[in-house]
């Protein structure tokens, strides 16, 4: 059976979803205004992997991961870059779907933009203050009184005195509380017209919160089973979800919340600040994109993931040998669920999700493989791609030339100077070509049929 660790519960619980056979799942997706980072990716791989193993397990699945299109930030990189807003998100929407793509990510069933839904957002402020938690503040914003709604806290486990002892200095007038958020933004006459929406409180934008809120509710109802983002979300974002959603519609928001880990770099915090803020793309220029996905699935989903250099490498050489135990697998497989290897697999993914032991199966069928063993080749082939991983021709991958390499057919050449070499019995020189190749990173295999290569 499923087990799934809920934040809200502080603990890892059986899953039992609200109708069987069926998972409902909202995952918390981009601000669309610049190219997806390392924790863009962890999300995107992650979630990626849980709505496979939902799919694997049996569950029809209704999967949506949101996109914010409307955000301060957002408005001023169109302002700076002199575009408008379509123009900025449309354009780094098709970015991050050309890096989910890269990495194997699947597309979600419904990736909803917060600019086609604020009439379902300004319905939901219009309930949330006929049922006493909106107000307009002094300075024509709509905010949220958090001290009204009893659960505050319940998610991320921090208590309103908590709260008060660490709250700043709130620049905001006219809020009956510091720790009161924004429900809808009034319009400043400085604001592009693209980005000011009538309602019943004036012109103006919807705050973050409320978006995911509104768009949950509609596409999933308003009771379902996960949600889920990145561990920095679980405060304030999704506390305020919870008392948005549970102040308008009065009943349970979500019956399971899940957080990966941060990224982090060299064992620091990912940040601009300290000049370790990798993109998806710069990082695709130095790594195979399957290797990076191996990378983040190597590592539990809810624990701190290290990114450096010797752990990428490290990574390589681990999918290198799983994909070296392929040789001969071709064309489509199907797993054999009733095989030990797969039920200790199926055992990992149903305890919160375990990839680093479903990862320890494939290397075991790997030792299996590497001693002939046909069916546990096609056994792992197939249990990889319950990961997304493991799908391509393993010589197309060992082949795989990286940034500043040599080139595939500068090795060709090589290889067939060494054969001609050797044919002439000039093994000094078959030596040489072998041992330049071996410094490159290139390892030869000679067998009865010729002499094969792949990358180290």
């Known amino acids: 059976m499923l087990k799934i660790y809920n934040t809200l519960a502080r603990e890892t619980q059986a899953f039992v979803p609200i109708q ?5 799942m909202y995952v918390c997706g981009m601000t669309v205004y610049d190219f997806c980072h390392l924790g863009h990716a962890r999300v995107m791989v992650v979630f990626d992997m849980v709505a496979r193993w939902l799919r694997a397990s049996g569950y029809e699945l209704n999967y949506v991961r949101n996109i914010t299109d409307i955000d301060d930030k957002i408005i001023r990189r169109a302002q700076e870059n002199g ?20 990495l194997g990510v699947l597309r979600p069933d419904a990736e909803p933009r917060a600019t086609d839904y604020v009439p379902q957002m300004l319905d939901m402020i219009g309930t949330l203050e006929k049922n006493g938690y909106a107000y307009v503040a002094g300075s024509h914003d709509v905010c949220y009184s958090v001290r009204k709604f009893d659960g505050y806290g319940k998610l991320s486990g921090k208590s309103l005195e908590d709260l008060r002892a660490g709250e700043r200095v709130d620049v905001m007038a006219g809020k009956q509380d510091p720790l ?15 980005v000011k929406w009538e309602s019943p409180w004036g012109p103006g934008r919807p705050g973050w919160h409320i978006e995911c809120s509104a768009m949950g509710s509609q596409l999933l ?17 999704h506390e305020n979800e919870i008392a948005q959603s549970e102040g308008a519609h009065k009943c349970q928001f979500v019956n399971y919340w899940m957080h990966n880990g941060f990224v982090r770099v060299d064992d620091e915090k990912m940040s601009k600040s300290l000049g370790n803020f ?3 793309r710069e990082v695709l220029k130095k790594y195979d994109a399957e290797v990076v996905r191996f990378f983040i699935l190597r590592a539990h989903y809810r624990s ?14 681990a999918l290198t040998r799983l994909y070296t135990a392929l040789k001969g697998v071709d064309g489509a497989v199907a797993v054999d669920w009733s095989e030990p290897h797969a039920l200790r697999f199926k055992a990992a993914l149903d305890e919160d999700f375990g990839t680093p032991e479903a990862m320890a199966v494939l290397f075991d069928l790997a030792t299996a493989a590497n001693r002939g063993d046909a069916a546990l080749a096609s056994q792992l082939k197939a249990l990889g791609g319950v990961l997304g991983l493991l799908q391509r021709d393993p010589r197309a991958f060992l082949q795989a030339a990286p940034a500043g390499g040599l080139s595939n057919e500068e090795i060709e050449a090589k290889v067939g100077a060494r054969a001609t070499a050797k044919k002439a019995r000039s093994f000094a ?6 041992d330049e190749l071996k410094a ?17």
């Open 20 to 24: 069987p056979g069926r998972v409902d």
């Open 83 to 102: 575009e408008t807003i379509r123009q900025l998100t449309d354009r780094f929407i098709a970015a991050m779907n050309e890096d989910a793509g890269a």
């Open 180 to 194: 009161d958020f924004v429900l809808w933004k009034r319009a400043r006459d400085d604001e592009p017209a693209e």
């Open 221 to 237: 109802g308003k009771h379902f089973d996960i949600h889920g983002g990145g561990q920095d979300l679980q405060f304030p974002h």
């Open 278 to 280: 990798f993109t998806i």
């Open 304 to 317: 701190p993931l290290n990114y450096s250099d010797v752990h990428l490498d490290d990574a390589r050489q």
């Open 429 to 434: 020189e078959s030596d040489r070509i072998r």
């Open 440 to 456: 490159a990173g290139i390892v030869l295999e000679d067998g009865p049929q010729g002499t094969t290569w792949r990358r180290a």
